[in-house]
């Protein structure tokens, strides 16, 4: 069973910086693309950004210019960082990975609990 564990939401002022954190565990051969969504009150989930294994990042165009993603593929582990945050960056971030179970060699596709993120102005 593979398991995301998000961390490092919580309450900024508009125009501050968030870090959050994304940890895979279980059993994996390897992991594709890893990637943040948000879901705003009363909205769709979307996408923010992804990051291939190869370290092959894109951005929604909400998220260019102040958010950047990183990985650290040794660690199975996602970064956003969020930069010059505004409150219509209020929502809850959800991780999402998807590749190979180790043993069976199925695919999967997981997601995080979320963490909140809130934005005052």
């Known amino acids: 069973q593979v398991r995301l564990v998000e961390s490092g939401g919580g309450l900024v002022q508009a125009g501050g910086s968030l870090r959050l954190s994304c940890a895979a565990s279980?059993?994996?051969?390897?992991?594709?693309?890893m990637a943040w969504y948000r879901q705003a009150p009363g909205k769709q989930r979307e996408l923010v950004a992804t990051?291939?294994?190869?370290?092959?990042?894109n951005y929604a165009d909400s998220a260019k210019g102040r958010f950047t993603i990183s990985r650290d593929n040794a660690k199975n582990t996602v970064y956003l960082q969020m930069n010059s945050l505004k409150p219509e960056d209020t929502a809850v971030y959800y991780c999402?990975?998807?590749?190979?179970?180790?043993?069976?060699?199925?695919?999967?596709?997981?997601w995080g609990q979320g963490t909140l993120v809130t934005v005052s102005s």
């Open positions: 999402n990975a998807d590749g190979i179970v180790l043993g069976t060699g199925k695919y999967f596709e997981v």
């Open positions: 279980g059993s994996i051969v390897s992991i594709n693309v």
């Open positions: 990051i291939t294994s190869g370290i092959i990042p």
